[in-house]
């Protein structure tokens, strides 16, 4: 005789086995980005700039010499005689000669041949070095002692803010200093933000122009553009403003052409082997400089101030 069965108690039913989300990724692949490099910036100045090949790795900047002493007359209409004039060079013209900027990529063959999928190792690494490469290159361009923008500003070039803040009567002396068809401003971002802070209280907020894709406040037409290499100290920082191109007599870039391995103007990659203990070698090399063909062609704001220092703590390290 079968009896029904009796009812489980419901402390007493089975347990649901199911797979958890730990054993399930087990099987899953993750999607994989390239390696980011917090360090890179947009490094707008080397976009702007005008670039000159320099095949000998000597530029020679041939400048008039006294040009105020070159004359020009009007003649009456019955004078025979016209007036003479010359044009006189510098006898020891400034030469400006190209920076290296080089280091050497070591990659292990066993990580290359093995880790590089779905991205290629050498690739990125290679990738990488050059972007740390440029961002140096940028920061030698305004601040290298020799030929970079600060090093270059002539001293009857220098202004000084009226008030410590940037305001736009201080924007408007850096546009008498460089009347000549300014390009544009060249600062740290907080001195951005501090001029924009100061146009809002006077009540002209800068209109804004699209650069590349990018949004940038501007003063009489001119955009301020940012670069984190723009030094700042003690709360204080610099404006700069540039005339740029050959043809305007302004600020150009140099570079070295058609080198073995060029992988963009002045930048080569050169395989150097594999040694022994099977390390690849790669050599990165960039050749670059920068000339003020006109001393009216640069000027500079200093001592802007900023902010205080407890506001932006981790910009004065």
Request: proline residues 9%; negative net charge; charged residues 20%.
């Amino acid at each position: 005789m079968n009896l029904p069965a009796e009812p489980v108690a419901a402390d007493h039913a089975p347990a649901h086995t199911v797979l958890g989300d730990s054993a399930a990724r087990q099987l899953a692949n993750a999607t994989k980005t390239t390696p980011i490099l917090a360090t890179v910036t947009p490094r707008w100045l080397t976009h702007l700039l005008q670039w000159l090949p320099v095949e000998a790795g000597v530029y020679r900047l041939n400048r008039v010499r006294n040009p105020q002493d070159v004359k020009v007359l009007c003649a009456k209409r019955d004078e025979s005689e016209l007036p003479a004039t010359f044009v006189d060079y510098e006898e020891q013209p400034h030469e400006y000669f190209l920076s290296a900027l080089s280091t050497v990529l070591d990659v292990h063959t066993r990580v290359s041949d093995l880790y590089s999928s779905p991205h290629d190792q050498i690739k990125e690494q290679l990738r990488l070095t050059i972007e740390t490469i440029k961002e140096k290159q940028e920061n030698e361009l305004i601040n290298n002692p020799d030929y970079g923008l600060l090093a270059s500003v002539h001293p009857d070039q220098i202004v000084y803010p009226l008030t410590g803040a940037p305001t736009p009567d201080d924007l408007d002396e850096l546009l008498v200093r460089v009347w000549k068809e300014p390009a544009f401003f060249l600062t740290h971002p907080l001195a951005i933000a501090a001029f924009g802070r100061e146009c809002t209280r006077r009540g002209v907020p800068p209109p804004t122009v699209s650069l590349f894709g990018s949004q940038f406040l501007t003063w009489r037409g001119i955009p301020l553009i940012p670069s984190d290499k723009v030094p700042v100290a003690d709360g204080k920082t610099k404006i700069l403003l540039l005339r740029v191109g050959e043809k305007r007599q302004g600020v150009v870039g140099l570079f070295q052409p058609g080198l073995p391995g060029e992988q963009s103007p002045g930048l080569s990659v050169r395989f150097m082997g594999i040694n022994r203990h099977a390390i690849a070698s790669y050599l990165i090399s960039l050749y670059c400089s920068l000339a003020v063909q006109s001393d009216d062609a640069l000027a500079v704001l200093e001592d802007v101030e900023i902010g205080k220092y407890h506001d932006y703590p981790d910009t004065y390290k």
